[in-house]
């Protein structure tokens, strides 16, 4: 199943509040990063937790393996059902959120690939897959891989098997549901769904992709 998740990224808890609600039956998860949970707190994730919908931390976790841990912890706390981690900090750092996120039953993604042009300054030239060799020797859940450049979540996917592929850049940033939803296990929506003046309709036009 592909499965389309919100990118609430609002920052207003009464706006996030009535997008989330009115898109609940047209989305099979929320991911929250920084903006809403620094404009409306943490506490966020409990607001939401009515809607009966898995949400996604996506603070691309990038510390040492301490800190790591505690950052999850409160994560986990909190009501979230995943996070999002960097990998760049190193396996041991990985881990640290992998076995926080499954000691709490929930899952860890690693971003392999951004979905913005600047991402190639640096996820590139091999980096991607070593990317993917730590996510399997962490036992992480899956990957953030980019619908930007759909070639590149082909390529990935073979390295990761049946781990799942979370894909941001649906929408405002380019990304085309024809092409990437056949490839991943999470379609990533923002702007285009949010931003839009009746965002549970906006959410509907990729009923025909979810799978």
């Not at 999470?186 to 509907?204: L, N």
């Amino acid at each position: 199943m592909t499965d389309l998740i919100l990118s609430l990224d609002v920052t207003d808890r009464a706006a996030a509040l009535a997008i989330a609600k009115a898109c609940a039956r047209e989305v099979d998860a929320i991911k929250i990063g920084y903006p809403l949970v620094l404009g409306a707190g943490l506490g966020i994730a409990r607001d939401l937790a009515d809607l009966g919908l898995p949400l996604i931390a996506d603070f691309k976790v990038a510390d040492i393996p301490n800190t790591n841990t505690l950052i999850c912890e409160q994560v986990f706390a909190a009501g979230f059902s995943a996070v999002i981690a960097q990998g760049f900090p190193g396996p041991d750092s990985v881990a640290a959120c992998v076995n926080a996120a499954h000691a709490h039953e929930g899952e860890c993604y690693v971003v392999a690939e951004m979905s913005h042009p600047g991402a190639l300054t640096f996820f590139s030239e091999g980096v991607p897959e070593h990317l993917c060799d730590i996510v399997a020797q962490t036992g992480a859940d899956g990957i953030i891989a980019p619908a930007t450049r759909p070639e590149r979540v082909k390529a990935l996917r073979t390295l990761i098997g049946e781990k799942k592929i979370l894909s941001p850049g649906i929408g405002a940033q380019g990304g085309d549901p024809a092409l990437v939803a056949p490839l991943v296990d999470g379609m990533i929506v923002g702007r285009a769904i949010y931003g839009a003046a009746d965002p549970a309709t906006a959410a509907r036009a990729y009923a025909p992709y979810r799978r």
